[in-house]
């Protein structure tokens, strides 16, 4: 008898993820019989329990989450060219030669969830980016091809900006600020945190005048990380202001087929853990 196949989540710490939740359900649209689990790994222990997983004999495939991605990047002994641009991976896969893939789905999952869930047309738009790390890394080119006017891009060590600026060398279109000056660049369509206070509970003081008439902020966390950044958005007047968990399920929708090779439904998987957490 054939045994489930097995993958996982690793994260520090990861109890919170609804990765498993999210990849069974995908699995139930298919009749697919899957084992998921979230494996909570320290830095210092996340090389060694990437290998514990990866040498069983099922084990096929791991997502990746804070702060393991760029670990899980350098783990990799192939990389496309999502997760080279970003310099970190959320996806990692086992190949038929034994050897481990890295991708990164996170910047095509904010863009689908922008523009196909919440129907907004990215072209044209003035976007301000707050934070350069990982996550900003991988949703900053994705924005950029999405056809944003102008990508902005600001954080509190500004040569992380700089660097993510002159990695897509379109210096017309894409340029940064510093943090400081936040309250005297103007106004945005579009505001994307990418920082990480959220999940580390911290606040960002941010000024209400980033907020352009219509704009729409988006938050790449969700739930309790994404709280403040979301009530600060409607607090100071923007049109929209949504979570990440659109992005969340988008990303898993793309691992989901890069696995299995079946591309899930993720809106009524959306819908219910939008339910849920209501």
Known sequence: MSHPLNFAVFGHPIAHSLSPQIHQAFARQFGIALEYRAIDAAPEEFADAVKRFFDGEDSRGANVTLPHKSAAFALADERTQAATRAGTANVLTHLANGRLSAHNTD???LVRDLTDRHDLD????DALLLGAG????????SLFEAGVQTLTIVNRSPEAADSLADAIGEPARVHTRYWEDLANIG???????ATSAGTLGQSLSLPFTLLGSRATCY???YGKSAFGFVAWARAAGARYAYDGLGMLVEQAADTFELWHGKRPDSEPVYQALRAQSS
């Open 107 to 109: 910047g095509a999952a």
């Open 134 to 141: 990982g996550a900003a890394r991988a949703v900053a080119w």
């Open 122 to 125: 990215l072209r044209g738009h």
């Open 219 to 221: 938050d790449l966390g």
């Open 187 to 193: 106004s945005f369509d579009l505001i994307v945190n």
